[in-house]
């Protein structure tokens, strides 16, 4: 959108797993675009393969900015071959999001944001709330209290607004939920909630339902730093100071969104400092998803850089041109150089 708004041509492809609503989406464009008198070319819908059509686009010199969102491997990909080109990148890749939850937070506040950002579109959001860093002090009040709003949690028809949770997208995301939950219980953690597959009942027989999942770990765990898209959060405890949690959260390889509960004014400075959260959102009193609407989305290390939306991403999307007008009768030369020709 930011692209269309600065007057380029688009060409975008979804992911192979989203074609419909990805058509769905083209089709609302193209009535705006009709209402409004202007081409329909100037934004157009491309759907194939990745290594067709996902590689042309990469390889295009027509091309000059290639937005894409995926994994790390696959971005770390695609900024070789598009940068190999001199072309530019615009990238969003993993998250690794945790919430931070100090000795003054307000739990009333926290929970909701918690239950949400870890569970909510059952997980599968670029900005899911992956890992939960509890100070000591009041590690084993939250995670009876997490305990408890997950029992409430429903899981079935995502059309149905009774229902908390819908299935995941297909049934290699369950294999990858399945590979994680033998990995957090091999490498020493315990499954606090969940942690199983929802087969029984004609509601769940796409198979590509699960429980969310609530698992106790230490942050060190190479399953916790990896992106499981699916709704698994890590409870981890922290002692110490503020500054302790802000170190299990910048340990990921990757940072993309992040948040703090806190009611003192020290803590949160700290969270939002130089020193502080590495991440690309920073969010204080709320949660890591839905906070960056508007705001410039993105994030830093192996998510990748830059940023789509907020007040100066249109930059990205347009090219700098320096113009100089010469407006006397005279030739200025650089660096005021003599430089006289005879006659």
């Not at 399945?178 to 199983?196: C, E, H, M, P, S």
Request: net charge positive; charged share 20%.
């Amino acid at each position: 959108m930011v692209a269309s708004i600065c007057g380029d041509v688009c060409i975008w492809k979804p992911s192979s797993k989203a074609i419909i609503s990805a058509i769905a989406l083209q089709k609302i464009i193209a009535g705006v675009l009709q209402k409004n008198h202007l081409p329909e070319g100037l934004f157009s819908l491309v759907i194939g393969d990745r290594n067709v059509i996902g590689e042309a686009i990469l390889h295009d010199r027509r091309i000059p900015l290639v937005s894409f969102t995926g994994s790390v491997s696959s971005g770390r990909n695609a900024a070789l071959k598009v940068h190999e080109r001199f072309g530019r990148t615009i990238l969003e890749l993993g998250g690794n999001n945790a919430i931070i939850v100090t000795e003054h937070a307000d739990l009333a506040l926290a929970m909701p944001a918690i239950v949400f950002g870890a569970a909510g579109t059952a997980g599968q959001r670029c900005t899911t709330t992956r890992r939960l860093i509890i100070h000591e002090s009041i590690y084993n009040d939250v995670k009876k209290m997490v305990i408890r709003a997950y029992k409430s949690l429903r899981v079935g028809d995502p059309l149905n607004e009774k229902n908390h949770l819908g299935p995941l997208i297909d049934t290699n995301a369950v294999t990858s939920f399945k590979r994680a939950i033998k990995q957090i219980k091999k490498q020493g953690g315990t499954i606090l909630f969940g942690g199983n597959t929802l087969t029984k009942g004609k509601q769940y027989s796409s198979h590509c339902y699960v429980e969310p999942t609530l698992a106790e770990v230490e942050n060190s765990m190479h399953i916790v730093q990896e992106e499981t898209f699916a709704p698994i959060l890590y409870l981890i405890k922290y002692k110490g100071d503020v500054h302790a949690a802000i170190k299990i959260n910048n340990s990921s390889d990757v940072g993309l969104s992040s948040s703090i509960f806190s009611t003192k004014q020290n803590q949160i400075e700290a969270f939002l400092s130089a020193a502080g959260s590495d991440c690309g959102i920073a969010n204080v009193n709320i949660g890591t998803s839905g906070a960056e609407i508007g705001g410039a989305f993105g994030g830093e290390k192996d998510t990748g850089g830059g940023r789509e939306s907020g007040s100066d991403a249109w930059k990205a999307y347009m090219r700098r041109q320096t113009v100089t007008v010469n407006y006397g009768s005279d030739l200025p030369l650089a660096q005021g150089i003599k430089f006289k020709l005879s006659k």
